[in-house]
């Protein structure tokens, strides 16, 4: 995850009220997404989790930012 402003390739969408952007072609292999804020004894942070799969893909699916 990173703060950007959007370019005309992005897909952009709201959920409750915080603003998204990804990049159009990473969306399609990626969704449905899933951003989570988790607070555990070792700190608290976003979790993203996608429908990409750990196999082929290059990718766990899920990430801690």
Do not use: H, R, W, Y
Request: aromatic share 8%; hydrophobic share 30%.
């Amino acid at each position: 995850m990173a703060l950007d402003e959007p370019k005309k390739e992005d897909e952009i969408f709201e959920e409750k009220g915080t603003k998204f952007i990804i990049d159009k072609d990473l969306f399609i292999q990626a969704k449905p997404i899933n951003v989570d804020f988790t607070s555990t004894p070792n700190g608290s942070g976003f979790k993203l989790s996608s429908g990409l799969s750990a196999e082929g893909d290059g990718g766990c699916g899920s990430c801690s930012c």
